[in-house]
């Protein structure tokens, strides 16, 4: 269980286009995702939260008109690159969270990956 | 949110124990501790969660000392395909807060040799 997947896995284009992500979680419901970005030999960077049916919550310094982020349902979030530089180019990752009640009544979640989409910007 | 500290990189042997520790002084009462796994060009895996004491489950098991400012991720007789980054988070949640978002550390390189 607690599978998520992204499409596409591997994207080319062209400067000035627009790029579509999509993050699905497959077994479970997600009222909340999350979009990383990660360079090479980096650590991955929290971009933006994504909750379902409301506005998505930007990191300091993401750009919220660059990154588009829809949640419009409980198991599909997707992120839009726009107008695509080659400084965009970089390995993009989505975690979906399932939440569960622990022993003692105490609740906690768990992310689950999914398996990155590589975006290279030409 | 509680910062993690852990080793840049370690190696080691195939059929070797690994311990990987995780400082994390500053965790609160609420947070747990995670443990991801991440191959080149993958997504992080999740590999075991805890609150306290000891937790082990098929592949790895995770000892939380009493006053929880560190972590240790043990893995038993690891092997080449075990060479991979490994992160220590902590965070929560609450039915009242929601999801807390992860920040990553740099994480540890950790190479097995043959």
Redesign the interface.
């Known amino acids: 269980g607690?599978v998520?997947s992204?499409h596409p896995s591997r994207v080319i284009c062209k400067s000035g286009t627009s790029v579509k992500i999509e993050c699905r979680s497959l077994d479970f419901q997600a009222?909340?995702m999350?979009w990383?970005r990660q360079f090479p030999k980096q650590?991955?960077?929290?971009m933006a939260?994504s909750n379902e049916g409301s506005k998505a919550t930007y990191e300091q310094g993401v750009e919220k008109d660059k990154f588009l982020i829809n949640h419009a349902s409980l198991t599909l979030s997707t992120l839009t690159v726009t107008s695509a530089h080659p400084e965009d180019s970089s390995?993009y990752?989505?975690?979906a969270?399932e939440?569960f009640s622990?022993k003692g009544g105490?609740?906690?979640?768990?992310?689950?990956?999914?398996?990155?989409t590589?975006l290279t910007v030409l | 949110l509680a910062k993690t500290t852990q080793p840049i990189s370690m190696d080691s042997y195939e059929g070797q124990e690994v311990n990987i520790t995780c400082s994390h002084n500053n965790i609160a009462t609420n947070d747990y501790i995670t443990w991801y796994q991440q191959f080149p060009s993958q997504g992080p895996r999740f590999i075991i969660q805890g609150y306290k004491t000891k937790v082990t489950n098929e592949v790895a098991s995770l000892f939380i000392p009493a006053d929880r400012k560190s972590s240790t991720l043990s893995l038993p007789r690891v092997s080449l395909s075990d060479t991979a980054v490994y992160y220590c988070l902590v965070g929560a949640s609450t039915k009242i807060q929601g999801a807390q978002k992860l920040v990553f550390g740099q994480g540890t390189r950790l190479t097995i040799n043959p």
Do not use: E, K
């Not at chain 1, 650590?43 to 929290?46: A, H, K, R, T, V």
């Not at chain 1, 105490?106 to 990155?116: A, E, H, K, L, V």
């Open positions: 607690a998520v992204q009222t909340t999350f990383y650590s991955l960077m929290l939260t390995f990752i989505c975690s969270r939440a622990a105490r609740s906690t979640d768990t992310q689950y990956f999914g398996p990155g590589r």
